[in-house]
């Protein structure tokens, strides 16, 4: 198993670096044609293409589908393996996306083999779905994995563990991305500083605004992540631009009516007068519903932590939480 994270993980795949993704769904791909599973790769246009592999027992007709679902992406930029290279240590294995989530592809692979030695005739034909840009909202697989888990019996989701204790994650939170773009008005900053909009400072304080709409308690997050603004010092800042991280417990969460385009923030009084522009692209602030969509119901699992602790009792030998 080692062997095989290692060879995924040195397969570097940034969701959003196309050609080495695509490379390491190559090798991703191989693998499982290699145990004559049904292998198609869906090729896509800017994100690294999705791999759908099918397995059915030969025995038996299968009556339903479990999807087992998963993503090769990561969130570090290639040449990462640098600073960051493959190693074991402690007893724990190190590199990027080791943890999130090649561990899961290589545990998916070696659980075929497992089923396949035992000759187990399956009643369910399993559907394997590794997509390539999970970790920036799934937008190229999102309706892929609906469909797919609209025809499922059930799913089961990778995802690394939760904590330390390795809990058994149920849930995923909403993801959404934001932008604000805002125009002022450049000006010489020492001969003409009255005739200058700064869209820095009106950004700075928009900002401080979308903060508060943090609420932790309600499992609601907005970050600035990125932000980039003015040309130099000496002259007003013209243009300036954030991208925002947002999250959420709840799909209902997101489509309050403060995250609609609408209300979007407007420019702060102040600097009403003058001729400037906000724009703010919420079109993309949809949180991605499709992995609460296709959680366990919550009243199958009435304490879902106590589930993932029996689960965890339950594989004291390998010491894995499932
Ligand atoms: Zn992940």
């Known amino acids: ?41 869906m090729p896509q246009k800017q994100r690294g293409d999705h791999l759908r592999i099918t397995w059915a027992s030969q025995k038996a007709r299968a009556s339903g589908q479990l999807l087992v679902l998963g ?40 659980a075929l083999d497992a089923l396949q030695q035992s000759k187990a005739a ?82 700075a304080r928009q900002i401080t605004r979308v903060q508060e709409w943090n609420d932790l308690r309600r499992g609601v997050t907005v970050n600035a992540d990125f932000v980039e603004g003015g040309t130099r010092t000496n002259v007003i800042a013209e243009r300036a631009r954030a991208v925002l991280d947002l999250r959420a417990m709840r799909t209902a969460a997101l489509t309050a009516p403060r995250w609609n385009a609408r209300s979007a923030p407007r420019f702060s009084p102040a600097q009403s007068h003058s001729r400037h522009k906000w724009v703010c692209a919420w079109e993309n602030a949809r949180p991605a519903a499709a992995l609460t969509a296709i959680s366990p119901p919550r009243s199958a699992f009435p304490r879902s932590m106590d589930w993932a602790r029996s ?7 390998t010491n894995m939480s499932l």
């Open 71 to 110: 993503h090769y992406d990561t969130v570090y930029a290639s040449g990462t393996l640098a600073k960051m290279p493959f190693r074991i240590s402690g007893g724990k294995a190190y590199g990027p996306g080791t943890f999130d989530m090649k561990a899961g592809l290589v545990q998916a692979l070696f």
């Open 1 to 41: 198993m080692l062997a095989m994270l290692r060879k995924f993980v040195l397969a570097e795949s940034p969701s959003l670096e196309k050609p080495p993704a695509d490379r390491c769904c190559g090798i991703v791909a191989s693998e499982w044609r290699k145990r004559r599973a049904r292998v198609e790769r």
């Open 122 to 203: 399956l009643r369910k034909r399993i559907v394997f779905l590794w997509t390539s840009d999970e970790e920036i909202g799934s937008g190229s697989s999102r309706k892929l994995i609906e469909s797919e888990a609209r025809h499922s019996d059930a799913v089961f989701v990778l995802e690394p563990s939760f904590g330390p204790r390795g809990l058994l994650k149920t849930s995923r939170k909403g993801v959404g991305e934001a932008e604000i773009i805002v125009h002022g008005r450049a000006s010489h900053a020492g001969l003409a500083p009255q005739e200058g909009v700064n869209a820095v400072h009106e950004l």
């Open 311 to 317: 689960a965890t009792v339950r594989t004291p030998r």
